[in-house]
């Protein structure tokens, strides 16, 4: 199982990471996808992924740290000089909070993100929020047409414009969540080829650990509450995910593999 989606250079989790990563592994849970958010963190993140063989990285700037000092010139360098550099994100727009970060930064931001991904070659890890519309599809495509929506929380008509416009869908602890009930039949819904798990942690812990720090480890609470939902074993998910994350991150089989 992989947890496709992880912030594990936050102090919650980089303190303990090798504790945190045994855990992992104790719950079936043996590759990570760190992905960056910020300027601050990009070479942390980098780090981690160099110092372990099952974890990759990414690098992008999240939409409301716009202001966050970054070098889009010295970004473009970096997957030529670390291969383990997987994917462009987590990048997007966040209308939930333009009060830190206006609509137009975020605009010009994504943007650049998106001429990245193109320059780069590397598919993208999108954090989009109260933004959906068919504008929104037409940017991203106009620049790469491989991309995953990361932590989706909206509606089963926003999830079907997604798939229908090829792109994969991932869903986190939230769906577990007792108010969920429209997430879980995104759950449902989603084509067994473009499915994605990830934790997002350390943030939205699942059921049964609601309110604690999240983890990778976690992550397999999020896959059994969408076998329930999909009537499947968690193996056969495992299998499943593994083989879209991989179909999406190619970059990351030819890194794993070697490992």
């Keep these: 199982m992989i947890d496709t989606h992880c912030h594990l250079f936050y102090d919650e989790i980089f303190n303990d990471l090798d504790s945190k990563l045994e855990f992992a592994y104790s719950m079936g849970v043996t590759n990570f996808l760190t992905v960056g958010t910020d300027n601050k963190h990009m070479y942390q993140n980098i780090e ?3 110092k372990y063989n099952n974890i990759v990285c990414s690098i992008g700037i999240h939409p409301t740290e716009y202001n966050c000092g970054y070098n889009i010139e010295e970004m473009r ?3 030529e000089q ?7 994100g987590e990048v997007g727009l966040d209308y939930h909070y333009i009060d830190l970060a206006p609509k137009d ?12 991904s193109k320059d780069t070659n590397l598919p993208l890890i999108l954090h989009c929020r109260e933004c959906f519309s068919d504008n929104l599809f037409k940017l991203i495509k106009q620049y790469n047409e491989n991309a995953v929506f990361h932590c989706f929380t909206d509606s089963l008509e926003n999830a079907k414009k997604i798939i229908n416009n090829g792109f994969y869908l991932s869903l986190t602890g939230i769906v577990t969540f007792k108010n969920s009930q429209e997430l879980r039949e995104v759950a449902k819904y989603v084509p067994d080829d473009r499915l994605l798990i990830e934790t997002d942690s350390p943030y939205l812990a699942p059921v049964p650990q609601r309110g604690k720090p999240n983890e ?3 992550v397999r ?12 074993t968690l193996q056969y ?10 179909r999406l991150f190619p970059r990351a089989r030819i890194m794993l593999d070697r490992n």
Excluded: W
Excluded at 105 to 116: D, R
Excluded at 221 to 232: D, G, S
Excluded at 239 to 245: E, G, K, M, V
């Design 48 to 50: 981690i992924a160099n």
């Design 77 to 79: 360098k970096l997957p």
């Design 82 to 88: 670390y291969n383990k550099i997987v994917a462009i």
């Design 105 to 116: 930064k975020q605009l010009v931001l994504f943007e650049e993100m998106l001429q990245l």
């Design 216 to 218: 990778p480890g976690f």
């Design 221 to 232: 609470y999020v896959a059994e509450c969408i076998c329930e939902q999909r009537k499947c």
């Design 237 to 246: 998910l495992s299998d499943i995910t593994n083989d879209n994350f991989y």
